[in-house]
């Protein structure tokens, strides 16, 4: 059974920092692209951002430059470093398993999702 469990998000004054973690079970994590997504209320869920197993990354242009997204293959762990925090960032965040087509910024798939965890940035 797969499982892609999600940290805590919080509360977090603009300008700020925040980072999340997926922890990943019942995957072969080391050769499987991860992600993360966002959805604000009222608005589509989109990519933030993607790693390829060898740690090649793509950002969203709306975070490039502020997030940062890792991995750990020895802990099946990815994560996401948030740094200058905007009110617009505010979203539940969901940590997915995806699968790209020639380049990590084009996500062909998701084959699974977590659960999501809430981002709330106050001006």
């Known amino acids: 059974q797969v499982q892609l469990v999600e940290s805590e998000g919080g509360l977090v004054q603009a300008g700020g920092s925040l980072k999340l973690s997926c922890a990943a079970s019942?995957?072969?994590?080391?050769?499987?692209?991860m992600a993360w997504y966002r959805q604000a209320p009222g608005k589509e869920r989109e990519l933030v951002a993607a790693i390829t197993p060898s740690s090649r990354t793509s950002y969203a242009d709306s975070v490039k430059g502020r997030f940062a997204i890792s991995r750990d293959n020895a802990k099946n762990t990815v994560y996401l470093q948030m740094n200058s925090l905007q009110p617009e960032d505010t979203a539940v965040y969901y940590c997915?398993?995806?699968?790209?087509?020639?380049?990590?910024?084009?996500?062909?798939?998701?084959?699974?999702w977590g659960q999501g965890t809430q981002v709330t940035v106050s001006s």
């Open positions: 997915a398993a995806v699968h790209y087509r020639g380049t990590i910024a084009i996500i062909s798939s998701v084959d699974h």
């Open positions: 019942g995957i072969i994590f080391r050769v499987t692209a």
